[in-house]
């Protein structure tokens, strides 16, 4: 009770601690069993090591490839918007994380917006791939496309680290 009007204090609760959610996939499950704390380490790396270096040929090319798409575009923005954002950071992370994190009805979605094949665009991993939580589990498997086609599912496949 508070001393001016009588009333009771309010009472203080604890937050319950976040419990990390069970993996249905049982490969998954042996997988972070096995490998997991190993996979997920990331190595320190200063900015510049994490920052792919273009030249100035690959800057003029994301140039155009943007002015093209945003002058020819027409529909729903935020696919314009979110395949802009797929052609600013694959060469950071290379197109093997951009399938892990998409779906590859996503990325020919993003590819027909953009008239690219990302394949031809981006190196195969980045100089940032390594952070890449999906890309990080999807190299403990032996086949990369059943990974990123959905076929091994994969926990936070979508989460970076810094």
């Known amino acids: 009770m508070t001393s001016k009007d009588k009333t009771p204090a309010p009472t203080q609760?604890?937050?319950?601690?976040?419990?990390?959610?069970?993996?249905?996939?049982?490969?998954?499950a042996a997988a972070r069993e096995f490998i997991g704390d190993k996979v997920l380490k990331i190595p320190e790396k200063s900015k510049e090591d994490k920052i792919a270096r273009l030249s100035a040929a690959q800057h003029l090319k994301l140039q155009e490839i943007e002015e093209n798409a945003i002058a020819e575009f027409g529909g729903d923005l935020s696919l314009l918007e979110s395949a802009l954002g797929m052609l600013r950071v694959g060469h950071h992370f290379g197109w093997k994380v951009l399938y892990i994190i998409h779906s590859k009805r996503t990325i020919r979605t993003?590819?027909?917006?953009?008239g690219i094949k990302i394949r031809d665009i981006f190196p195969e991993t980045g100089p940032s791939s390594y952070r890449s939580h999906g890309w990080s589990f999807a190299q403990a498997f032996s086949n990369f496309w059943k990974v990123a086609g959905g076929d091994i599912k994969i926990q936070d496949r979508n989460k970076v680290g810094t």
């Open 110 to 114: 993003y590819e027909e917006i953009l």
């Open 13 to 28: 609760t604890t937050p319950k601690p976040k419990t990390r959610r069970s993996t249905a996939n049982p490969i998954e």
